[in-house]
């Protein structure tokens, strides 16, 4: 047995900072009285550390799981002669029953891994039936097995979200800039009646609704820049959960759920041991030389709605009409923008690269005119340009380092889009004229196909980007067993 304390919570320095910090309680049991103390005194919790962590890494994650050990609930340390307020027979007689709910949703996601790697076997001659759409085709890595994993989740998934915490900081986010799908996903998951459950005990995974875009905007300051606002909000939130419901503790946090497209979200689990390690971090920023780990962390498009519309973003020109070969405009910042700007900034009439668009230039004309759109990363891994590229029916072309693709375990992005290196920048027109026109038209075509996985429809729609967010967090949660 292992002892993991949390950290202390540390001094809150401001007034407003404060009143965010109440809000973490106000929907939280008010007897308990570790909350009220926490402030004074250290709280450890008592958790066994996994006895296996095996696995194989497969296109679909079902080959093999990772098992997380849960022999032990939440206990507190003694305070003013306390032990908690639950007596002996009523743990032993909830975590009887939450035994036995666990064996059942165990059970039942054994029956999907195995149903998930029978269809890896098999080809699609006889496609599973769906009336809305049938997944098909070079963009995926397997069709079948997308498409009965993605019914499995359809008919068995189910979330719950931790109730604590007030807006703006939590169960609310941005929906209209370059963070949109943070605040998008947190918005729909408020609203959803498919995969949300109010009953803890049937939900195969837990969702933390706090927001990282909405902590730095309201508890950041601009001057002082105090990064450990990230630390205290989310450790204060983890240790709230844990103290109130056994699943935290039950797990170690592996089927417990975090969302950022901040550039700071993978920040902001480096607090808590276990949300870093052990927890499915969605991330915009999935950097894997950032320990962003694909077999429990899964990435998700960056996607920037600046009227939180997709209006007039979807389409454009047929191939025979894209008169521009290749098309980017943006700041430079990163490492790989200046090599960029570099080489081809202004340089070239057919391969157009601007740091600042002409004056009369429109940027979606620009992008709807283009057979590719170049998509460099920028500060971070993540980009905004490829969804664009993707909504306007622009072959992509991925320049980046350490990046996981959104939903890459289902899609294979190398039938719709050009990946080159940073080395290769010099060469980009030379490795782009020598793609066949045949080539192009074919890639196209999957781009217009594979459209409808990074569409943002409000409400949602089936197989969009939201339920895509979810199926990537689906198949994280088929790759644990918990067991006691």
């Known amino acids: 047995m292992r002892v993991t304390p949390f950290l202390i919570l540390e001094k809150i320095s401001s007034e407003r900072e404060k009143e965010m910090m109440r809000q973490v309680h106000r929907r939280s049991n008010k007897n308990v009285f570790v909350l009220v ?5 250290a709280i450890v919790s008592l958790v066994v550390m996994p006895k296996s962590y095996k696995g194989r890494s497969s296109w679909f994650g079902v080959t093999s799981t990772r098992g997380v050990s849960s022999e032990s609930q939440l206990r507190f340390n003694n305070i003013s002669g306390h032990t908690g307020f639950t007596s002996k027979s009523v743990l032993k007689r909830d975590n009887e029953k939450g035994d036995v709910n666990l064996e059942r949703i165990e ?4 029956t999907a891994r195995e149903l998930i790697r029978e269809a890896t076997k098999l080809n699609q001659t006889s496609p599973l039936e769906d009336a809305y759409y049938v997944p098909n085709g070079d963009i995926y890595r397997n069709a079948y097995a997308f498409h009965r994993s993605y019914l499995l989740m359809e008919s068995l998934f189910k979330i719950f979200v931790y109730d604590e915490g007030e807006p703006p900081i939590f169960h609310n986010g941005p929906c209209k800039n370059i963070y949109s799908m943070e605040g998008l996903f947190l918005s729909f998951m408020e609203t959803d009646t498919k995969f949300r459950t109010s009953d803890p005990e049937e939900a195969h995974v837990y969702f933390l609704p706090f927001s990282v875009v909405m902590i730095i905007e309201y508890l950041f300051h601009p001057v002082i820049r105090d990064k450990a606002v990230l630390q205290r909000t989310v450790v204060d939130y983890v240790r709230v959960i844990s103290n109130k419901y056994p699943f935290w503790n039950r797990s170690l946090g592996a089927d417990h759920v ?19 390690f052990v927890a499915i971090r969605v991330l915009c920023n999935a950097n894997t030389s950032e320990n962003f780990n694909p077999k429990k962390d899964a990435s998700f498009p960056e996607i920037n709605l600046v009227t939180g519309e997709i209006t007039g973003l ?15 405009a943006g700041r430079m910042h990163g490492r790989i923008r200046p090599l960029l700007f570099q080489h081809w900034k202004e340089k070239d009439e057919n391969l157009l690269v601007y740091e600042k668009l002409p004056k009369n230039a429109s940027y979606q004309d620009m992008l709807k005119q283009s057979k590719y759109c170049i998509c460099p990363s920028g500060h ?26 959104p939903f890459s375990d289902v899609l294979d992005w190398e039938s719709f889009s050009i990946q080159v290196s940073v080395s290769e920048i010099p060469q980009l027109k030379e490795i782009l004229m020598r793609i066949p026109e045949e080539k192009y038209r074919r890639m196209q075509e999957r781009v217009k196909q594979v459209q409808r996985h990074f569409v943002v429809n409000n409400p949602p729609k089936r197989y969009d980007v939201f339920h895509m967010i979810i199926h990537s967090i689906w198949l994280r949660r088929l790759n644990v067993r918990i067991y006691r």
């Open 258 to 276: 975090m969302l950022s497209c901040h550039d700071w979200g993978p920040r902001a689990t480096w607090y808590v041991r276990q949300l870093y």
């Open 107 to 110: 059970a039942g996601l054994a």
């Open 380 to 405: 971070e891994v993540a980009s905004p340009r490829i969804v664009e590229a993707i909504y306007a029916e622009c072959v992509p072309v991925l320049i980046s380092q350490h990046y996981v693709l």
């Open 37 to 41: 103390a926490m402030a004074f005194f």
């Open 314 to 328: 979807i389409g454009g020109l047929p191939p025979s009409k894209r008169s521009i070969l290749a098309f980017f």
